[in-house]
């Protein structure tokens, strides 16, 4: 469910018609929904009800603006990072360190550094170098680290190969073979505190059948260090539950569905509960506003010519991904469909969106919007072709914010400088 309908005939965000965004902030513009934001978090809250001691850590890698993390953060929200850029960006919006989860395969000694001296959860660490590393800079300021250790499960997520994070042949985590050995070297250093296992086997799941299969290794997991004596009291069950790109294909499991799995699998082992949604929680809490600049006929197929390119919403180029693209102002019914590659301005046969789309025809300066691209699309977006950072909007009812501003062409050429001897 989104909060992103038509209303008199022209599609709101919430209580705010995207033609009044579009003449204020100009385009294109991610516009993101409060509600369906605070909705989708509270879901995987209900989720977890069976849970007393759980905690929900947004994967700010989604959608990592300020704002939606204070307001998660606001809801009670923990918050998984993998950069000291996004550990700021949440201390930033308040949320503490205790809830606050560093994974990723490659932390520095300095951000270990400043995630310690900030205050941190735990380290979700992904390697034995990584774990000495850890040890070194925690003995070195005096203090433990507390830590959970990614175990790759070997389990197919049976998604999207670039998303895929679980099977052997992925750079994440240690070897399920080894997780004992690596747990046993891991109590004997002299900065690390162990506090509970880590697994996370990929991203946009719409089955789940790899989770219950993941989650049944980690249980046998979690008794047999038990029985070598670690203090296993914390799971942390990732996340990567898909959600629906197209309205018209069936809805992936629920959260309440997938709380069950968990349940079922390591219920009984009075853990503490971690997971780590972040796009079930952004994805279609958010949108991408775009203006038509011309409709361009071509050789056996014609072409809408947006003022959105992949810089802005890479997902498409990327990963082939789908996102369902409407008019922002409704059509009348019966009004005839034809087929439209979407595509945007930079210099790349890449730069395409959706081929054969089928919509009303349209005309130069009509808006159209890429539904669900609000997680992993402001986040991914990039310069190139020296195109501004697209700007970000936050809906509450029926106000609206610029969450982050459209960058001015002096504001981008004012961060590089020329050398002296120019």
């Known amino acids: 469910m989104d909060h992103f309908n038509y209303k008199d005939g022209v599609l709101c965000a919430e209580d705010v018609p995207l033609t ?22 509270n879901v995987f809250q209900e989720a977890l009800e069976w849970a007393p001691d759980h905690l929900i850590c947004y994967a700010v890698k989604a959608n990592s603006n300020i704002a939606v993390l204070k307001l998660l953060g606001d809801l009670g929200a923990g918050m998984d990072v ?26 520095t000694r300095k951000e270990m550094r400043l995630a310690l001296e900030g205050g941190i959860r735990q380290f979700n660490v992904e390697s034995e170098p990584e774990l000495l590393a850890l040890s070194e800079v925690a003995a070195s300021l005096g203090v433990k680290a507390p830590i959970a250790i990614r175990v790759n499960p070997d389990v197919d997520a049976k998604t999207h190969e670039k998303i895929a994070t679980g099977k052997s042949e992925n750079k994440f985590g240690i070897p399920i073979a080894r997780a004992r050995e690596v747990y046993a070297a891991a109590a004997s250093l002299p900065g690390i505190e162990v506090v ?10 719409t089955d789940l059948d790899p989770y219950r299969q993941a989650y049944a290794k980690m249980a046998d997991l979690a008794r047999a260090l038990r029985a070598d004596g670690h203090n296993i009291r914390r799971l942390d069950m990732g996340g990567g539950l898909g959600i629906p790109y197209r309205r018209d ?8 569905e997938y709380g069950q799995v968990i349940r079922e699998a390591v219920g009984d082992l009075d853990c503490e509960i971690e997971i780590e ?11 991408l506003l775009s203006e038509v600049i011309y409709v361009k006929r071509g050789e056996g197929r014609d072409f809408l010519i947006l003022d959105a390119a992949m810089n802005d919403l890479i997902r498409p180029a990327m990963y082939g991904a789908h996102h369902d693209i409407v008019p922002v102002i409704e059509s009348a019914p019966g009004t005839p469909v034809s087929a439209y590659d979407v595509v945007g301005p930079i210099c790349e046969s890449g730069d395409t969106f959706q081929k054969g789309t089928q919509l009303p025809p349209p005309a130069p300066g009509d808006l159209i919007a890429f539904r669900s691209a609000g997680a992993y699309g402001a986040v991914m977006s990039s310069e190139y072709n020296s195109r501004p950072l697209v700007p970000e909007v936050l809906v509450d009812g029926d106000r609206f914010a610029v969450i982050r501003p459209r960058p001015t062409l002096e504001d981008m050429l004012s961060r590089e400088a020329l050398p002296d001897w120019f």
């Open 20 to 41: 009044r965004i579009a003449a204020e902030v100009g385009t294109p513009v991610y516009v993101y929904s409060a509600a369906t934001l605070t909705r989708h978090f």
């Open 196 to 205: 509970g296992i880590d697994m996370h086997i990929g991203s946009q799941l």
């Open 82 to 107: 993998v950069s000291i850029g996004e550990y700021a960006r949440a201390r930033t919006a308040g949320v503490p360190g205790e809830r606050i989860v560093f994974s990723g395969v490659g932390k």
């Open 249 to 256: 294909n069936n809805a992936p499991p629920l959260p309440i």
């Open 277 to 287: 949604p972040g796009r079930n929680i952004a994805g279609n809490a958010g949108l």
